[in-house]
């Protein structure tokens, strides 16, 4: 019977996994839990809809304002 591979990726990757030795391994073990943790959850839209239209335009207004000038700036001295 032929196996027909439903992922060629994964069946890819595993392929060159089998050629690394164990301590190469692990590492590949590490960075793909690190990739896995890092992915955010996020929330569906919907459940958001319940926050549209709670702020005034004043109060609005004023949270683009603090957006502009607190977060859409780049420090080169920073790095």
Do not use: H, Y
Request: hydrophobic share 40%; with cysteine; glycine share 6%.
């Amino acid at each position: 019977m032929i196996e027909v591979s439903v992922n060629p990726i994964k069946e890819e990757i595993l392929e060159e996994l089998d050629r690394l030795p164990p301590e190469l391994q692990r590492q590949v073990l590490d960075f793909v839990r690190a990739l896995g943790s890092s992915i955010s959850k996020g929330v569906p839209g919907k459940e958001l809809l319940r926050f549209a239209g709670i702020l005034t335009p004043e109060e609005a207004e004023l949270m683009e304002q603090a957006i502009e000038e607190g977060c859409e700036r780049v420090d080169l001295d920073e790095w």
